[in-house]
């Protein structure tokens, strides 16, 4: 399994994958390289993850997608694990995800050593919970 950059080239499998990414910033994004793939040995791609920056200086996953066969296998924990690792290469020292309350990630996001950080109620949507990491100094 590898972690890949997306390109332009993955624009079209992108649109066609993400309904939660406005269609005009999915070449922005790329270009600035916040969307990473999950692919397998033969290049096929079981999976993303997409982020931006809250307040614009904190490093905020917005979304990690693994395909249902390929759930229950590591490849989230990896992913996000590489994001951290990235992230905290270029000098951050903290990281920012959120999931609703009614979806099991948050567990998942706890395990990895998230923090629950405060929440956020929109009218027609269950309570969003925020979670934080503090990244440790010690290189892996």
């Known amino acids: 399994m590898k972690i890949s950059v997306a390109t ?9 994958r993400d309904p939660h ?20 040995e033969s290049d096929a791609i079981l999976g993303w993850m997409r982020y931006g920056y ?6 905020f996953m917005n979304m990690i997608w693994i395909e ?7 490849l989230g924990k990896y992913v ?3 994001w951290e690792q990235e992230m905290k290469q270029q000098g951050f ?3 920012m995800t959120s999931t609703q309350a009614d979806e099991d990630a948050q567990h998942f996001y706890r395990r ?8 956020l109620i929109l009218d027609t949507q269950p ?3 925020i979670f934080t990491k503090k990244l440790s100094c010690e290189k892996r």
Not at 25 to 35: A, C, D, H, Q, T
Not at 54 to 59: A, G, R, S, V
Request: glycine fraction near 6%.
């Open 8 to 16: 332009v080239k993955d624009y079209e499998w992108i649109r066609n």
């Open 21 to 40: 990414l406005e269609e005009k910033l999915i070449l922005p994004k790329i270009r600035e390289r916040e969307i990473y793939l999950v692919q397998d």
């Open 54 to 59: 809250f307040w614009d200086n904190t490093p």
């Open 68 to 74: 249902e066969p390929y759930r229950k296998r590591g």
């Open 80 to 82: 996000v694990e590489f």
């Open 93 to 95: 020292m903290l990281v």
């Open 112 to 119: 990895l050593g998230y923090r629950d950080a405060g929440c």
């Open 127 to 129: 309570l969003e919970i």
